[in-house]
């Protein structure tokens, strides 16, 4: 729908202002049938999956800028800013779990979530989910934990939702990965 030209209501002759309306019809043939897909289709023997379109939906509304390229219907996105996203949607979980029932992950209760490690995620206990944010800085111990469990949870990414988030054929992954070896810092911000 395209509405009349518009007088400025400001009063200035030069300046005509026009409303425009479009809405995309939700048939399943826009440009959310993969995600849609994944989330009402795809078989989830785990959280992981919807956790990382979660953490997609997050990085897209906060941080627009944070594309690093735009190329044949695909968009890059820093892994680090992935991982901590990922994280931070965790630790909320983790952290409300006070009567300590754990987030089942799989069938084997015992195996519980995959990047939660003793080197990396439990070693930032002592932190909330919001003391993870963009510009905030980490020194020490907190930096070799904080980059280990974005490591971590990299792989648990890759392992998981990664590797099974596929169209059709299991090598059709909608889904990539190239990571490339970071060096260790003494300090984070």
């Not at 048939?27 to 897909?37: A, E, F, M, P």
């Not at 979980?93 to 009567?99: A, R, S, T």
């Amino acid at each position: 729908m395209i509405s009349d030209l518009d007088a400025d209501e400001l009063g200035r002759n030069c300046v005509q202002w026009q409303t425009e309306v479009m809405q995309l019809p939700d048939d399943g043939t826009g440009d959310l049938i993969k995600v849609r897909q994944i989330i009402v289709n795809d078989a989830k023997s785990a959280t992981y999956k919807l956790a990382l379109l979660r953490t997609f939906l997050h990085i897209a509304d906060v941080h627009p800028g944070a594309v690093l390229s735009r190329e044949d219907n695909k968009v890059r996105l820093p892994l680090g800013l992935v991982a901590l996203y990922w994280i931070r949607q965790f630790k909320r979980l983790i952290d409300i779990d006070i009567d300590g029932f754990g987030i089942e992950q799989s069938s084997d209760s015992k195996k519980g979530l995959g990047f939660v490690k003793e080197q990396g995620w439990k070693k930032l206990t002592h932190l909330s989910a919001d003391d993870l944010s963009i510009g905030a800085m980490f020194v020490g111990d907190e930096v070799k934990a904080l980059q280990t469990a974005i490591r971590d949870s990299l792989k648990t990414i890759q392992d998981g939702p990664v590797t099974f988030i596929y169209q059709g054929d299991k090598k059709n992954t909608l889904f990539q990965m190239e990571r490339e070896k970071a060096r260790v810092e003494t300090t984070i911000n």
